[in-house]
């Protein structure tokens, strides 16, 4: 890994959120790097820290929630030193992000097309007739069929499926080097997921933006991503390229997660489950946070475990990855 | 009995933990002690007519006398007495018309919104029909042709006022409605009066709280205003007392301004408790 | 497609058409067609998978079958009676053999009862159980769904999403119905807990012999947990077959391309999906178009797809029923001995 090809460095993020119960921490420790033009997933289920993670690169946690230690590079700037002008500038601009659910992102009362004009003008000097064009070009790449039409739609008139192309194409407007979607497709229908999925790859291709993809679901990253992190409980505790975590998954939990997916190409007479939940952030575990829910946790496991990396890229955070356990579980 | 107890105990417990909760709460019971014992609390007969002490100001000011402490009216009757007495008629009237109202809107706005159609658009446009019309002006029309004493007052703002229980619940079921813990209830086999009574109800009472506090204050307001027309309950409340002192304002300022302070606190007091009502029985909160 | 006459449901030519005309002048009504004559019969024991994407009727076939809603047209036959004759009363009683497993268990929990009371309604109701009966009875139900009773004076805030649905099951099942519409039970959960909840209602399946239609977007937990499978788009069955028959052979193209549209399970078969992933979205159930209503989207559409609508017959493999002019006749490519080819 050269130092030049990195986009994005998160280092030890620590993000807290004070609640009337105390202080909950949601991330600890949280470290990655995402390279120009890669693909990368965090997979993780609700309560494992991964959305509050990519709230907080783009600074934009709930005034609860506060980042209190680590830094995220971004083009060589720490992100969180910058003022909150200078902030303003990198979202949108720079960084760029698309929600699960598109319609409570966008206006309601504005035309699709005006609102991705509007982005464009507040970030490049450029004129209005231009903009417009840049505009109808967008949508067009994004697979909207009769984009004119579509520019001069209201958001309630269109389908989720093309708000979710009018936010991708919104967030290509200025041209960013970095988009996080954060689960774009759970809201919506599986073969329009698979129209998304395809056009974010295929986008981060031609224009060599970076993805960050926060999912809860592998099959998705199976599809899309080029490198994965599974967080758990707020921690990373595995984080490889994509073939070494479906072919040689480590940590117990990775290995449960892709056990517990039904499977389409397989014929599957029982379905693995992880019993229990994710345990909240407000009664962490000391030791290993997956403890409870391990098969194979043993009195080790009740100190925290470090992560480690095992092989070039590829790094755990379990005790039992030294013992040599079988890799299908 | 114990386990009563048990809960009064964690009741009080969690009003302690909030400030604005028991401010409220303080200044309620303060309010209805003083109404509940006026008779032992005020100092003089309000009744009493005293020519001589005419239009006193408060005891610490220039002229003022030690035993009026709040001054007294142009007749000479103790002020801070008749604050006191007026705090029972206000409060009664305040509290009972709501309850009125209540018991006319909520019924009617959880049918509304549960049933839909044909009775949902004939009780609205009666709704449409009660907004049109001021309240103060249905108030005036009944109790200008009737005997207006207490009770037929508190029917007639009661009345006057069930719209907004009526709206305020039939949004609620509308968005409840379509939640699908009613739909598993129907599924179940369970009666429409038991959805609407045990499923709907207690999940619009949280608002039915916020609404019943703030119209007790509109009501205590309204009473004042009506008692200013000279057709409120003919009882020393403190809206007959503003009334009574508004002449006076610019001599002597004091007969009008301290039955307003009363109103003001009280429908403060009512406010804060509301709000902090709201937050506890919302089953979100205590954890 | 013949019914079965032995069977616990039968659902006949039922249509569901709302009326979505705009203004009060208009004279020409216009219907928004939920619901267009389907009709399919379900075995004692059974599980019919039921898929479609959102708007192609799905949800609205379940309520029908719950009574939730009353048919345009058509028959729903439970059990030899046909539901929509009963009257108000002998339906509330009828309600105890068929229940309804909900989609989100947000919603599906009244905030303001307590976990003891949900799951004992249902036998309140229809009073079977009371004083110590009634708590024993509620108490096995929690255990038997995987929750510890003494969560029982809890409300439902204080679970999760896997637990809050596991109580909706209990709830489902305390009156040990013969019918159990599972209307997409899964779609809200983390995949990890959807797993628990596919196994806990497997297991319970077989426990109670329940008969189960279980209602998703999703092939892969339909494929898991069904023995039959009927594919629904815009109001019509476009397919139905046992699972194994539905999923290596998919006679209709929709069929087809839904199966290519489920993400990969592996980065390695990413590139064999991409050329028959469906394009464009359903149309509009208001207006849908005329012929068969795929055509719109159909790589092998012609001129008699557009003008004709195709009936749903069984094709020459026996209990396999597909609405198409062109059937398709081929193995689909990812079945589970290539797939393993190429992750091997």
């Known amino acids: 890994m050269k130092e030049s090809e990195v986009l994005l460095e998160v280092k030890n993020l620590k993000t807290h959120f004070n609640t009337i119960n105390g202080v909950v921490p949601s991330v600890e420790d949280v470290s990655f790097y995402i390279n120009k033009g890669e693909k990368v997933a965090i997979v993780g289920e609700s309560g494992s820290g991964k959305s509050v993670t990519s709230l907080s690169i783009m600074r934009l946690l709930s005034e609860t929630g506060k980042i209190i230690d680590g830094s995220i590079h971004f083009c060589g700037r720490n992100l969180i030193e910058l003022s909150e002008k200078d902030m303003r500038k990198i979202r949108g601009n720079e960084i760029a992000m698309v929600f699960q659910e598109p319609l409570s992102s966008l206006n309601p009362v504005m035309t699709v097309g005006k609102q991705i004009m509007e982005s464009i003008l507040l970030h490049q000097k450029t004129r209005k007739q231009n903009a417009k064009q840049q505009v109808i070009d967008l949508l067009n790449k994004v697979g909207i069929p009769r984009p004119e039409k579509v520019f001069s739609s209201y958001p309630h008139l269109l389908s989720g499926g093309m708000r979710q192309r009018v936010m991708i194409a919104m967030a290509l407007s200025c041209q960013p080097k970095l988009i996080i979607a954060d689960e774009p497709t759970t809201a919506l229908d599986v073969t329009i997921q698979a129209q998304i999925l395809s056009i974010l790859k295929e986008l981060s291709e031609q224009e060599e933006v970076a993805i960050l993809l926060i999912t809860h679901d592998l099959g998705v990253v199976a599809e899309v991503a080029d490198r994965v992190i599974v967080m758990y409980a707020g921690q990373v505790v595995e984080q490889a390229e994509i073939f070494s975590i479906f072919d040689y998954p480590k940590h117990p939990y990775t290995k449960a997660l892709l056990n517990s997916t039904p499977k389409l190409d397989f014929s599957q007479t029982e379905l693995l489950s992880i019993e229990g939940t994710v345990p909240s952030p407000m009664e962490i575990p000391t030791g290993c946070r997956f403890y409870d829910r391990c098969d194979f946790s043993s009195e080790i496991c009740k100190q925290s475990p470090e992560l480690k990396e095992i092989t070039d890229g590829h790094q755990v955070r379990c005790w039992l990855v030294e013992e040599a356990i079988d890799n299908r579980i | ?287 | 497609m013949p019914l079965n006459k032995d069977a616990l449901l039968q659902v006949k030519g039922v249509k569901k058409y709302f009326d979505v005309s705009e203004g009060i002048f208009t004279t020409k009504k216009k219907y928004l067609k939920a619901v267009d004559n389907v009709n399919f019969s379900l075995k004692q024991g059974e599980i019919l998978g039921i898929v479609g994407e959102s708007g192609c009727g799905k949800s609205t076939l379940g309520n029908l079958i719950m009574q939730l809603e009353n048919p345009t047209e058509g028959e729903i036959i439970f059990d030899g009676i046909e539901l929509s004759k009963l009257s108000a009363k002998e339906l509330r009683r009828k309600r105890k053999d068929i229940q309804m497993i909900f989609q989100d268990p947000y919603s599906s929990l009244n905030p303001r009862m307590k976990v003891f009371d949900i799951v004992a309604e249902p036998l309140r109701t229809h009073k079977l159980a009371s004083g110590t009966d009634l708590k024993k009875q509620v108490y096995d139900m929690l255990e038997i769904v995987g929750l510890n009773n003494k969560y029982a004076n809890r409300y439902p805030h204080e679970f999760s999403g896997g637990q809050r649905q596991r109580i909706g099951i209990a709830r489902a099942l305390t009156l040990k119905p013969k019918l159990i519409v599972c209307d997409e039970p899964v779609s809200a959960l983390d995949v990890s807990i959807q797993a628990q909840i596919l196994n806990l209602l497997l297991k319970l399946q077989k426990e109670f012999q329940l008969t189960l239609i279980f209602i998703a977007h999703g092939i892969p937990a339909v494929k898991y947990i069904s023995n039959r499978i009927a594919v629904m788009y815009l109001g019509k069955i476009v397919e139905i077959a046992d699972k194994e028959q539905l999923l290596s052979n998919p006679k209709h193209p929709y069929t087809e391309s839904l199966l290519y549209s489920v993400p990969v399970s592996h980065p390695k078969l990413r590139s064999n999906h991409e050329q028959s992933k469906l394009t464009g979205e359903m149309p509009s159930p208001v207006d849908p178009p005329p012929g068969c209503r795929f055509h719109t989207r159909c790589p092998y559409a012609d001129e008699k797809c557009m003008e004709e609508t195709p009936d749903l017959i069984e094709t020459q493999d026996k209990e396999h029923y597909v609405a198409c002019h062109y059937p398709l006749y081929r193995e689909r490519v990812s079945n589970s001995d290539s797939v393993q080819a190429i992750l091997d």
Not at chain 2, 50 to 67: F, I, K, R, V, Y
Not at chain 2, 216 to 236: D, H, N, R, W
């Open chain 2, 1 to 287: 009995m114990k386990t009563n107890q048990l809960t009064f105990l964690k009741w009080l417990k969690m009003l302690g933990s909030s400030k604005t909760g028991s401010l409220g709460a303080i200044i309620i019971l303060t309010v209805t002690f003083t109404a509940s014992f006026a008779s032992f609390i005020a100092p003089h007969d309000v009744y009493e007519v005293n020519l001589n002490a005419a239009s006193l100001p408060p005891s610490w000011m220039d002229g003022g006398e030690s035993q009026y402490v709040l001054g007294t009216d142009r007749l000479g009757r103790d002020l801070f007495s008749r604050v006191i007495y007026g705090s029972q008629i206000s409060l009664l009237v305040g509290i009972s018309a709501v309850i009125v109202a209540g018991v006319i809107g909520v019924p009617i706005g959880l049918i509304s919104g549960y049933y839909g159609g044909f009775i949902d658009s004939f009780f609205m446009r009666i709704v449409d029909a009660n907004i049109a019309i001021p309240v103060i002006l249905i108030a005036l029309f009944v109790l200008g042709f009737l005997n207006p004493n207490l009770i037929m007052f508190i029917l007639v703002v009661g009345v006057a006022t069930w719209y907004t229980y009526a709206r305020v619940v039939r949004s609620e079921v509308l968005s409840l409605k379509e939640r699908e813990f009613i739909k598993a209830a129907r599924v179940t086999g369970v009666r429409n009066s038991v959805i609407l009574i045990r499923h709907l109800l207690p999940n619009v009472t949280s608002s039915v709280i916020v609404v019943s506090t703030l119209s007790v204050a509109t009501t205590i307001i309204i009473e004042s205003s009506l008692s200013f027309l000279g057709l409120g309950p003919k009882a020393i409340t403190w809206g007959a007392l503003l009334s009574d002192g508004r002449d006076y304002l610019a001599t002597s300022w004091w007969i009008a301004t301290f039955p307003g302070i009363a109103i003001t606190i009280t429908v403060l007091g009512i406010i804060l408790l509301g709000d902090w009502l709201r937050d506890v029985l919302d089953p979100h909160s205590h954890v």
